[in-house]
């Protein structure tokens, strides 16, 4: 089975401190992968998207960046959180030979 | 950049009621995915399609492509269908959400 694990689930971190959130997918290799954030009671946004290891292209600037250090692994973070950034996040996979778009669980940031 | 549009906003309906909730986009799509939203966030991937009509179970999506609109029917709606349905459109790389259209069966 094919599947997308998130990490963590959700956190609470201060303004001013890192981040780094994890998404790891098992199955096909090579997917395109996805990074949506969601403010609360708002719209999905796509953050980024990376079509193969080590390449990511930047949709929306919101002060966060993103690496695919592996296939099948692709990890957003920030070194200075701001309360903007607070919401939740979401990681998707298509694969090559597919076009449905699946997505993790999520991680739910609140940022104090 | 491609702009989608749902209807309604919300929806408050009786169970047993059916429920047609519209996407509406502003250029040609590669791509039409309808999702459900479930209270605590995550995505359940409905119907992925790009155009004519595909059923499952009580749910039907249509899409016609000329007319740059897609439509979820959701037939003799229960309490459990309530939730955020979602639609999305784009290319591999652009995906754009719309705000989506928030469901209330009520008993």
């Known amino acids: 089975a094919q599947t997308i694990h998130q990490w963590p689930v959700a956190e609470i971190k201060a303004v001013g401190s890192p981040l780094s959130l994890g998404c790891t997918i098992k199955g096909k290799s090579s997917p395109n992968l996805y990074w949506y954030w969601q403010a609360t009671g708002g719209t999905l946004q796509q953050l980024f998207y990376s079509i193969t290891v080590g390449q990511v292209e930047s949709v929306v600037q919101l002060n966060l960046s993103a690496s695919r250090p592996k296939d099948d692994q692709f990890i957003l973070s920030t070194e200075k959180l701001l309360l903007s950034h607070s919401g939740f996040y979401l990681c998707?996979?298509?694969?090559?030979?597919?076009?449905?778009?699946?997505f993790g669980e999520g991680s739910r940031l609140i940022v104090v | 950049g491609q702009q989608v549009q749902q209807s309604p906003a919300s929806l408050v309906l009786q169970e047993g009621e059916n429920a047609e909730l519209q996407c509406n986009f502003s250029?040609?799509?590669?791509?039409m995915q309808w999702f459900y939203q479930r209270p605590e966030g995550s995505l359940v991937s409905l119907f992925y399609n790009p155009s004519g009509t595909k059923q499952s179970g009580r749910l039907t999506s249509t899409t016609v492509i000329k007319e740059r609109r897609s439509s979820l029917h959701i037939s003799s709606s229960q309490i459990t269908d309530s939730g955020t349905y979602l639609c999305d459109t784009g290319g591999a790389d652009r995906l754009t959400f719309g705000k989506g259209t928030q469901l209330i069966i009520q008993p």
């Open positions: 250029t040609s799509l590669n791509s």
């Open positions: 998707a996979r298509r694969d090559r030979d597919g076009n449905t778009l699946y």
